[in-house]
């Protein structure tokens, strides 16, 4: 099979990935074979191939937003030919004290797809049948491939910021995750103020409804915000957006990376009991939630593909902000 492959000792910039031949996973009990389709191209990918995540393995493909097709391990609940996605989180212990409390986001000893395990930029992925969902019918897989960890993690950040129906919520960055978070919001009846420096994302946002939209992290909306989620990988978002919220207000950060916090001032910024919260990886309980959801709103993210051949051209795309919405690669089936 084809896969491209992040190799540090041989990766340069723009050239993280090498396309090579390799012979399909082998099954580890409790695995199923996936027939990869389609792999969204998340920040969190390009985090891994320039370094800012240190490297848990010598050689890893890259992919953590599979739609892939079930062709060998079939179960009960997933018989062959049945389409399922895979998101960030491969696997869990099921046995740390966070797993047994609900909280297997935060496990001790979890499983990273496509960066502790081999992901999906490739013609085949294995994968924990536990950890695959059944994919909602009438979304081409291109459309569902961003709503597996962009789609995911936005959700769940909603959720750790405690937005309410009808609140006044920020989004700082607007790119693929924000673009389907402000969908959400919009069905909860709230009221959206962006805050993001490209002018095309804010374009995006003005054509998706915003109810404000600002040119960089100095601007101030025009009321106080509920609830804010910083998408940036920037410390001074994070601050930015912290001036923002009224007393007893929430900032999520949606970020698994993020360079340095600047100091702020405690009194004027924190104080009030407004909090700093960060978001870690999804569950499996949000995964199915926000599926639901998407299949009842009818999200349909626009995307930009890209062929296995050109995963390099894909990671560029996400680092420059020039892809038109998501960075999809799509997967032809080639040897076998």
């Known amino acids: 099979m084809r896969a491209a492959v992040f190799d540090p000792r041989l990766a ?13 996973p082998q099954l580890q009990p409790g695995q199923i074979l996936l027939k990869v389709i389609a792999c969204g191209v998340c920040r969190t990918d390009l985090h891994i191939v320039e370094g800012d ?12 937003q599979i739609v892939g097709e079930v062709v060998e391990g079939a179960t009960a609940d997933l018989p062959a030919g049945t389409r399922v996605g895979v998101s960030w989180l491969g696997g869990v212990d099921g046995d740390c004290w966070f797993c047994r409390h609900d909280m297997e986001n935060l496990c001790d000893r979890p499983v990273f797809t496509g960066y502790s395990i081999d992901g999906g ?8 049948a536990d950890f695959a969902v059944p994919l909602p019918e009438g979304l081409d897989a291109w459309q569902v491939a961003p ?24 989004l700082f ?8 978070a402000i969908r959400v919001l919009q069905a909860w009846d709230c009221e959206v103020y962006v805050v993001t420096r490209g002018e095309a994302h804010r374009k995006a946002a003005e054509r998706c409804g915003a109810t404000w939209v600002g040119a960089d992290e100095n601007a ?41 916090m600047p100091p702020f001032d405690y009194d004027s910024l924190l104080w009030g009991e407004r909090q700093l919260r ?31 051949e050109d995963a390099n051209k894909a990671l560029g795309a996400v680092k420059h902000e020039t892809a038109d919405g998501s960075a999809v690669i799509v997967v032809e089936s080639g040897s076998q």
């Open 12 to 24: 340069r910039p723009g050239e993280w990935l090498l396309l090579e031949e390799r012979p399909k």
């Open 278 to 308: 960060s978001v870690a990886n999804v569950t499996r309980q949000d995964a199915r939630d926000f599926l639901a959801l998407a299949r009842e709103l009818d999200l349909r993210p626009s995307s930009t593909s890209f062929s296995l």
């Open 173 to 180: 960055g607007f790119g693929s995750s924000a673009s389907l």
């Open 53 to 64: 995540l240190p490297p848990l393995q010598p050689r890893i493909v890259p992919g953590h």
């Open 121 to 128: 930029y490739a013609e085949y992925a294995a994968v924990r």
């Open 220 to 260: 101030r909306p025009p009321r106080m915000l509920d609830r804010a989620i910083t998408f940036a990988p920037s410390g001074k978002v994070v601050v930015a957006a912290l001036s923002t919220l009224r007393k007893g207000g929430v900032v999520a950060i949606n970020a698994i990376h993020l360079d340095q």
């Open 147 to 170: 709503l597996l960890c962009a789609g995911i993690i936005g959700f769940r950040s909603l959720r750790v910021a405690g937005v309410q129906r009808g609140e006044r919520v920020g």
